[in-house]
């Protein structure tokens, strides 16, 4: 049993690696800082459990080139060609290209 968890550990680490070096591949990176506890409570909690958003975003937040927005900042609610915030959007519309 603790040989096929620690390959399941290793495969997490494997992807959030890979992961980290696609985004730092850019000159400059910016994320939210999201509260990932809090989505344990909501619609996806096993889901982010087992993801490894958290390793993710803590190997993003150690480096020096990403700049962390805070987490109440609006994001999905700024027009990307006027900058104008929009006060009413649907969730299903908040995706950003």
Known sequence: ????????????????????????EHERVYMQDENLRGWHKGLFGRTVQHSVLGLVKAKLMSNERVTVLP????????????????KVITLADRVYE
């Open 1 to 24: 049993m603790r040989k096929a968890y620690q390959k399941l550990v290793s495969v997490k680490r494997d992807t959030a690696n890979k992961i980290v070096h696609e985004l730092l």
């Open 71 to 86: 987490a109440k900042e609006p994001t999905t609610k700024y027009c990307p060609c006027c900058g104008r915030l929009n």
